[in-house]
Each structure stands twice: as C-alpha cells, then as structure tokens.
C-alpha cells in the first residue's frame, strides 16, 4: 500500500483538501528544471514505487515519462473540452458531438434563464471539474459560480502529477445537453489505443451511483486481467451495439499518439465522443495481475524526446 493510500484512509477530507491545495501552491512556484524531481516524488508517494524515468519499463511508467517529454501543444488543444470538437468532427463526424449549449470565460456570464432544465457545466481546462444538472429548479448558482471561479484560474498540471500538455489548454466554461441511456445513467466506454491500435476497453457503469466497472478485449471477451483507477466493483457491462464503429472511431482518433485514451456513449442507438486522454488517470491505473503493466508497457513503444515549451525537462 503507498503512503497515497494509507494517508486517505486515516485522514479527514478537509485536512486532505488543504494537503492538496499546499501541493497545488507549492508546485506553482517550481522551476520547469525540477518538474521531473517533483513527479518522481509524487509517483513514489501515489504507487509506492519509483517510476524510472531513465528507462521506463511498465505502462504506468511510460505514462509518467509521456507527461515530461511528449507533452505537446496538440495534445493540450484535444485535452481541451472545447477546442477538441473541431478536430472531432473532422475526424469522425459532427454527429458524435454532445451538442453544445453555450460557451463563456466567466461563471458570471452564464445565461442561467437560456438553459434547459437538465444540462451539464464544465471547465474545458481540466479533468474532473464538472457540474451535471438535472434539476434547474434545485441548482444552487451562487455555489457553482464559486466553483468554478475556483476551478478557472488552477493549472492541472500542477495539481500533482505534471500532466504538462494541460498547459496549452484555455479555461472556459461550456453547457452540454444532458445526456442519459438505458441504465438511467451514461455507460462510459474507454478505449485504450497505441499508435491507434485498440489494445483494450475499460467499461464503467453507475459512477455517481453503485459504481461497476469491466475490462475487455476489443472482441468483448473479458480480459485476463482488471484495469483501472479507484473504479467500481467489477461486474458485466453490456456490450454496445456499435462496438465496431467505437472501434474504427477509437483507431482514428487514437493516430499518431503513442498512448490515447479515447472516451465513448451510446445513448438511443448512437455513438457519442466524450473524450481523448493521453495520461489516463494520471497515469495511476493499476493492473490485476500486475504482471500486464510491464506486458503493456513492453508494447509501448515511446516516441522520440520532445521540448516544452523550448525546454527539456
């Protein structure tokens, strides 16, 4: 067990919310020359292990090596909420687009009286900083204008694990169309590709409910081991009925990235994008039987050494 781990198990959330926000701050102040020190010492305290940079050898570890030296401003544009769906559309089609209710720098432009009652609010600079709305008349807006004005000026790469390709994101703020499919909920599909190449889904259902979660090989038969982060219990998800075209559409966005995470619905018979990661989970999913780690990570071939930002971390 890290010290990650056993920390969370012990100590109250406030105290671990102020632990996060010293990290943040402090990791505000480094130098781009210590970036790599620190990421070395945040993977040792999350894994409990050391992520060997100089010659990376399991797929969590390859990830940690993506996030300093491929960190490119292509894959900030696509990690960006907003600035991805042009790029999708002229990938794979529009129709794979949520539609999109409105766009705004502030939470205090929102036009609160335009939306419908059930949409969903995001900072398209980040991971995990989301509104859902199902209820308009319920919504507290002074608390999400708070929110957001909290989550609109952090830099995500500096929350901790150097995911530095967010830096050429643009904070904003975007309104989905609130979307829901059979389960009552929204079954995600994740798509692990190299190079484009589907190596495996991760499937999640019930997420803000009774978490479920399962692994499978892109023919949907389960795979020989579990993957993920703090996911749900495993279970059996259905197998969508786009399967194919999820694949041919995880292949084509996946191109040219030696690791992309590629994110997909299924809500009334149609395929929807979610989203594309290139350092899924930070880079922290684990595998079982951990053996798969350094299989996948001998499959990952890394590309050549890039600069960020003129630098070389």
């Known amino acids: ?70 960190a490119t401003p292509e894959k900030g544009k696509l990690a ?73 000026p952090r830099r995500m790469a500096m929350s901790g694990g150097f995911e530095m390709h ?13 979307m829901e499919d059979s389960s009552g909920g929204l079954r995600d599909y994740k798509f692990i590709t190299f190079y484009g190449d589907v190596q495996f889904v991760l499937a999640i259902e019930g997420r803000f409910t009774d978490e479920v979660s399962g692994t499978y090989m892109p023919d949907w038969s389960p795979a020989p081991f579990r993957y993920g982060y703090r996911v749900g219990h495993e279970g059996d998800i259905p197998k969508p009925k786009n399967l194919d ?13 030696a690791f992309a995470r590629v994110d997909f619905y299924e809500v009334e018979g149609k395929v929807y994008f979610g989203e594309i990661t290139f350092t899924d989970a930070n880079g922290l999913s684990s595998f079982d039987p951990s053996s798969f780690d350094s299989e996948y990570g001998a499959k990952l071939v890394l590309p050549e050494k890039k600069c960020f930002k003129g630098l070389m971390l």
């Not at 991805?84 to 502030?106: M, N, S, T, Y």
């Not at 967010?166 to 609130?178: D, G, K, L, M």
């Open 1 to 70: 067990m890290s010290i990650k781990d056993l920390a969370q198990k012990v100590v109250p959330k406030s105290i671990e919310q102020a632990a996060r926000d010293y990290v943040y701050n402090r990791n505000c102040r480094l130098k781009p020359s210590q970036y790599r020190e620190a990421l070395e010492k945040w993977y040792r305290f999350s894994k409990g292990v050391d992520p060997h940079l100089d010659n990376p050898q399991t797929l969590g570890e390859k990830m940690q090596w993506l996030k300093l030296y491929d």
């Open 80 to 152: 960006d909420k907003y600035l991805v769906r042009e790029w999708v559309a002229d990938k794979i089609g529009e129709d794979c687009l949520i539609p999109i209710l409105g766009a705004w720098d502030r939470p205090e432009d929102i036009w609160w009286n335009r939306l419908p009652e059930r949409f969903v609010l995001k900072a398209t600079h980040g991971s995990g900083w989301n509104v859902v709305v199902k209820d308009k008349s319920k919504l507290d807006i002074e608390n999400v204008v708070r929110k957001f004005n909290r989550w609109l």
């Open 166 to 178: 967010y830096e050429y994101c643009e904070p904003r703020i975007i309104a989905e169309q609130y």
């Open 245 to 257: 075209k999820m694949l041919r559409f995880a292949q084509k966005l996946g191109e040219g990235f």
